[in-house]
């Protein structure tokens, strides 16, 4: 069984905060192997907790998405849980007075897009403003930590959904995303460098699934239930930005995939035309019960993964979205608040443009591949666990 920082924090690494004040970043995936919640591990160790810091969702995990979280009293603890997505973003010094070293222990989802990883970014900026210390209990990235696929982020399309120049699958943990945020982030020249130190797993191999750990999966967010559905994620998650059901509302989030004017039938014909390594596309029949067309009959397709190892959702993602924009051009629409949604998860307005223009797939899959090629000796300097 794969140990993680929480555990090695547990069994021998204690002193890191005894005799602190601590904050900790959390929600329910912050379990130890047996299921036991961070914080009553650490208030029985006798460690000094101060404050819960909630990300999006919640510290319970049942907020949805983009649904504002209010700060509040935890009524088990009596512990002040203050939100991180309501407000404040990032924790602020009112929020940190009280706290000498923030912990951050959070299940991510290994896009991105999750908006974790911009949390974990605020926080460094927050202990380094604020003359704080921050301790990164590291979790297995659960699509593998091998993986390296999409584009990378032009910051001047950076958002909540994504705030650094990285590639939408980024293959890292989160303990590896601190410290290269830590020493990339604004950029190279002028890091963040705070005071960080990342408490690594035990046994965790980067060709590991979450399902091979030896851990019991908890759900981060009410539309991850599932190791499949984080693999789908990174590519199925595009379909946020356009006007069609990503699934939520249902069993399945990003593997069903559909809305009410599709041609089940046809866009899963076309679709398996194609061709797609590792992937086949079934007609498939849904009816939300709340977000996009919520109580309406969506008519699409299901994601059927054939070899996960091979599996490329941003690719597959791209493939989707361009045949339903071909096919359906009456009723395709790209969702646009005060900026294309589709523009903010992508991280460019690029892939949207050439979409509108057809331009071929294989063109925008050429661009990505040198970007990643760029990248990956960066990527290389932060990462803490051997393939």
């Known amino acids: 069984m ?49 404050s819960i810091f909630a990300p999006e969702h919640g510290f319970r995990a049942a907020a949805k998405e983009g649904e504002k979280v209010d700060s509040y009293t935890d009524a088990r603890t009596g512990l002040p849980v203050y939100s991180l997505y309501g407000t404040n973003r990032k924790p602020s010094p009112e929020m940190l007075n009280e706290v000498d070293i923030l912990i951050f222990d959070i299940q991510d989802a290994g896009a991105r897009f999750y908006t974790f990883i911009s949390t974990l970014l605020l926080a460094l900026e927050a202990v380094k403003e604020n003359g704080k210390k921050l301790l990164v209990l590291d979790r297995p990235n659960p699509i593998t930590g091998l993986a390296v696929e999409g584009n990378i982020l032009d910051m001047r399309f950076s958002s909540f959904v994504g705030s650094s120049p990285i590639p939408i699958r980024h293959g890292m943990t989160l303990g590896e995303l601190a410290e290269y945020y830590n020493h990339e982030m604004p950029n190279p020249q002028n890091p963040i460098n705070a005071e960080l130190t990342v408490v690594k797993m035990v046994g965790w191999r980067r060709s590991q699934w979450f399902d ?118 009456e009723k395709f629409q790209w969702i646009k608040y005060e900026n294309y949604f589709f523009d903010l998860l992508l991280g460019t307005d690029k892939v949207r443009l050439a979409i509108d223009k057809h331009r071929s797939i294989s063109d925008l899959l050429a661009e990505w591949k040198k970007e990643i090629k760029q990248f990956l000796p960066i990527r290389a300097k932060y990462l803490l666990y051997e393939s």
């Open 2 to 50: 794969v140990k993680t920082g929480l555990d090695v924090l547990l069994e021998k690494k204690l002193k890191l905060v005894k005799g602190s004040r601590v904050g900790i970043i959390t929600n329910t995936t912050g379990v130890n192997k047996s299921l036991e919640l961070n914080i009553d591990l650490l208030l029985k160790a006798g460690m000094k907790i101060t």
């Open 212 to 329: 091979e750990t030896g851990l019991q999966f908890i759900p981060p967010s009410p539309n991850m239930p599932t190791v499949d559905t984080a693999l789908v994620f990174p590519g199925l998650c595009f379909i946020e930005g356009i006007n069609v059901s990503e699934g939520r509302g249902t069993t399945r989030p990003f593997e069903w995939i559909g809305a009410p004017w599709i041609d089940a039938e046809a866009l899963a014909a076309e679709l398996n035309k194609l061709d797609l390594p590792a992937v086949r596309f079934r007609p498939t029949y849904f009816t939300p019960h709340y977000s996009k067309y919520k109580g309406e009959l969506c008519n699409g397709i299901q994601t059927h993964i054939l070899d996960r190892n091979t599996f490329n959702a941003p690719m597959i993602g791209l493939y989707v979205v361009k045949t339903i924009h071909d096919m359906f051009p």
